[in-house]
């Protein structure tokens, strides 16, 4: 492959609707291999804004806005890395001749849990949990009381596990969709799933393009209100169940199309597999493989947009822990302790302009000799971090 350097008149462009940390990674890898990066978010100064060769802020469920952006600059490839975005944009960008990534309608089924949850069960015919599709609190009550309790309440308007909550009683119900209704985006519709006394969940991060498709280390981690704060790879798992893993996400991976890496969510109970949920770009509890693989998930996603190789070594065990900052600023300061530099550990702040409780702001990586050592060590990072 060719490599034209950015801001020439044949550069590959690359634009990322979505600038957040992952983003950032994402622009990081496309600037090591000359791509030129166009950034745009909803808000000035995001992440990937930081490292990209231009940046805009825009309302990204604008369609005119984000088509007016895309015509302007003309991009190779468009890259989401967000569900809030207008899909109307995305698909009309893809019918005047644009690469959207993976594809549009890719992102229209993943970013909206209801399209993704019957695209695997109804028409994969994928092993998922129980479900029922709710627009009001009755709805909601009649669905718990048919699928049992304890259930899980999400928006079906994906966004980062914000908004979703275990109902454990029928005096839960109201609650429940009241925290739903808080949700980012759109919450006038709920997905209500069967608790699944899984053993542990994971992620799959798996990459493709015309090269083939490849499978990283499965990825353990823990959510706390719906948002990852620790994640470790790889995840000890019997390999029957993890061959039944990657059987599922290439299937629904290959459902999908297109090019890229998928974060594909499973809940893991003895042998069984039940498919989850699915991201068409890297994935959160991901920022793991910046220590512990050759090509972290964002330089494959970027290498599998290309249509390059998708070869990669695993390094040893590792772990990620989220910081989430303590306190509201307009300028804040990540405070980190000199010894989280070490040979095997580091911090990787995203110089987010603004922090607010409980908003994610740093991650800690470290190495171990096992998962359970790696976990030890990111988390005393994180534990002794603090924000101002």
């Not at 994402?26 to 166009?38: D, K, N, Y």
């Not at 479900?131 to 669905?143: D, I």
């Not at 800690?364 to 050592?373: C, F, R, Y």
């Amino acid at each position: 492959m060719t490599f034209t350097a950015p801001l020439q008149k044949d550069a590959l462009k690359l634009m990322l609707l979505g600038s957040g940390e992952l983003g950032k990674e994402v622009a990081i890898e496309a600037q090591r291999l000359g791509l030129e990066v166009i950034a745009v978010d909803k808000y000035e100064h995001a992440p990937a804004h930081l490292v990209a060769h231009r940046s805009y802020a825009v309302d990204m469920q604008d369609k005119e806005a984000i088509l007016t952006l895309i015509e302007k600059e003309k991009p190779d490839y468009i890259l989401p890395e967000v569900e809030a975005i207008s899909i109307d944009a995305l698909f009309e960008a893809e019918a005047r001749g644009y690469h959207v990534i993976p594809n549009a309608e890719a992102v229209n089924k993943t970013m909206n849990r209801k399209n993704i949850r019957v695209f695997a069960a109804e028409e994969l015919g994928l092993k998922t949990s129980g479900y029922r599709f709710v627009k009001s609190a009755q709805e909601l009550r009649e669905a718990a009381d048919a699928l049992g309790y304890p259930c899980v309440v999400k928006p079906v308007m994906s966004s980062s596990g914000h908004g979703q909550s275990i109902v454990r009683s029928p005096e839960e119900v109201e609650h429940a969709f009241e925290i739903a209704q808080e949700a980012r985006g759109d919450a006038s519709e709920l997905i209500v799933e069967e608790f699944v006394p899984f053993d542990y969940e994971i992620t799959l991060l798996t990459a493709r393009n015309e090269t083939g498709t490849v499978f990283c280390e499965p990825i353990g981690h823990i959510q706390q209100d719906g948002d990852y704060i620790l994640s470790w790879q790889p995840m000890p798992m019997k390999e029957e169940a993890l061959k039944k893993a990657q059987q599922i996400a290439k299937a629904v991976t290959d459902g999908l199309g297109g090019r890229g890496i998928f974060g594909v969510e499973f809940f893991v109970k003895g042998g069984e597999v039940y498919f989850s949920e699915l991201s068409p770009r890297p994935h959160d509890t991901g920022m793991v493989t910046m220590i512990t693989q050759s090509q972290s998930e964002f330089a494959l996603h970027v290498r599998a947009v290309l249509g390059l190789p998708l070869d990669f070594e695993f390094f040893a065990p590792g772990a990620s822990a989220a910081y989430k900052a303590k306190h509201e600023s307009d300028t804040p300061k990540i405070i980190v302790p000199d010894d989280a530099f070490s040979k095997d550990t580091f911090v990787r702040i995203f110089g987010k302009p603004e922090s607010h409780i409980g908003r994610r702001m740093a991650v800690a990586l470290a190495l171990g000799n096992d998962v359970e050592e790696a976990k030890a060590k990111a988390q005393a990072i994180v534990d002794r971090m603090e924000d101002e």
